[in-house]
């Protein structure tokens, strides 16, 4: 949508930068382009946008949907667009319920062209409270797998031990082995890497990330 206000949250400044340019190209008015929450909120504030594009992914501190949590409560209609390197979120955060509704996921390695990444914003814009599945709920080989499972899928990302995982969690070590087993089953790793599971799920952990290893 031509001269639709627009704030750009992103914490690379060089992603800010020229995402900012490319999209100002598109007929968006580019209010502001920020790197953190409390600077989101106040171009807010400020500029009154219609939409918001957003890093998932901010680093340190508040989530892009935290942040977007927070926009929509000062402006209920207000168009969502995350960009995430995450085939599946919830490893970053594993308990999604609280996804703004109408909130459109974009796969930063399957935007190869700006054009693509206006069109969904502009879909936001139009009905930014659509009924919108999530792309990991209807796909993926995490989309089977619980919050319980993700948590224990990143804590072995992180080089945790099964018998420190089950004292975090305040269970048996046999409770894990069998978590573990799910996790791999629902990955795609066959039994005959038994000697290396955790190094293949590692290595999936950072392919599902969007990192390769």
Known sequence: ?????LILVEDDPFTRATLGDALATHGFDIRARV???YEAMEAQRIHDPQVALLDF????????IDVAIALREKNPKIGIVFLTTYKDPRLLNSNLSSVPEGAI???KLKMNTTAKIAFQISLAIVKPLAKRTLPWIRRGPLSSMSAIQIEILKDIAAGLSTSEIARKRGVSEQAIDRSITRISKNLGIPKSADSNLRVQIVRAYFKNKGQGL
Do not use: H, Q
């Not at 949508?1 to 206000?5: F, G, I, L």
């Not at 992914?57 to 892009?64: N, R």
């Open 35 to 37: 790197g953190t929450a």
């Open 1 to 5: 949508m031509k001269n639709a206000r």
């Open 105 to 107: 996921f974009l796969n």
């Open 57 to 64: 992914d901010l680093g340190v501190g508040a989530s892009g």
